[in-house]
C-alpha cells in the first residue's frame, strides 16, 4: 500500500520528529495496525454526506454496528490546525460521550467508529491527517470502540486512507441525497441504514438530532 505526501505547512521538528508533540501516525503505523476494512465504504461515505453535510474543516465521528449499520454520529468544526493528536482525541472523544454510552465492560469491542474529515487540499496523506488517526484510535480505546476507517473528504471526491480505495462523489463541494431524517447530531442508538439505491439515499429512519 502507497500513500502520496504533501510537504506544505509541514511541522516536522528538526530532529525528524513526526510532529511537536509526536501524537500522530503516519501511514505505515495505520496500515500496520489492523484496521478493520469497509465493506462498502462508498454507502457509508455517502450516507454520512447526506445527513451531516460536511464543509472544510468538520469532523464526522460516527459509530457502526457489525453489520455497518449507523448506530450514532456527529459531526464539528475544528477550528486548531495545529496538528496534535491528544486536541483531535479529546474533540472525538467529548462527541462520543454525548452520543452514545461506551462499550469498556465489553471484553471485545463490537462497535466501530470511523472518522469522516472534510478538508482542502488533495487525497494525499498530511500531518493533519496523522493526529487525526491518532486521536481516532486513542478515543476508540477510551470508549470502549473498534477504531475504524479514517477518510478524507475533498474537492476530488473521498479517500479511505490506508485501503487505496476512493471515489469523485461525493466531495466537499456535492450537494447532498436528501435523507428521510434531519442533518446533525444522532442520539438515537436504533441502527440506521446508510444504503444507497439507483443513485438516491434509502429514508432512513428518523431520529432526535441536537
Do not use: K
Not at 455517502?46 to 449507523?70: C, F, K, M, N, Y
Not at 452520543?99 to 466501530?112: E, G, S
Not at 476512493?166 to 466537499?172: A, D, K, L, V
Amino acid at each position: 500500500m502507497t500513500f502520496g505526501f504533501t510537504s506544505p505547512t509541514s511541522l516536522a521538528t528538526a530532529t525528524g520528529g513526526a510532529s511537536r508533540h509526536g501524537r500522530l501516525l503516519e501511514p505505515e503505523e495505520w496500515t500496520a495496525a489492523g484496521i478493520p476494512l469497509l465493506r462498502n465504504p462508498r454507502e457509508v461515505v455517502s450516507g454520512l454526506h447526506s445527513r451531516h453535510v460536511p464543509a472544510p474543516s468538520t469532523a464526522v465521528i460516527a459509530v457502526l454496528d457489525p453489520e455497518e449499520r449507523l448506530v450514532a454520529s456527529a459531526s464539528f468544526v475544528q477550528g486548531s490546525v495545529s496538528a496534535d493528536g491528544w486536541e483531535y482525541r479529546n474533540a472525538l472523544l467529548s462527541r462520543l460521550r454525548r452520543i452514545l454510552p461506551h462499550d469498556l465492560r465489553r471484553r471485545t469491542p463490537i462497535r466501530t467508529a470511523v472518522l469522516l474529515y472534510c478538508r482542502d487540499g488533495d487525497e494525499r496523506w498530511t500531518e493533519e491527517d496523522g493526529a487525526w488517526m491518532w486521536g481516532l484510535r486513542d478515543a476508540c480505546t477510551l470508549h470502549g470502540l473498534r477504531c475504524g476507517a479514517y477518510i478524507t473528504l475533498t474537492r476530488g471526491g473521498w479517500q479511505v486512507l490506508g485501503e487505496g480505495r476512493g471515489g469523485r462523489h461525493p466531495g466537499s463541494d456535492s450537494r447532498p441525497e436528501r435523507l428521510g431524517g434531519v442533518t446533525g447530531e444522532v442520539t438515537s442508538l436504533t441502527p440506521l441504514t446508510l444504503r444507497t439505491g439507483g443513485g438516491a439515499a434509502e429514508a432512513l429512519r428518523r431520529t432526535a438530532a441536537r
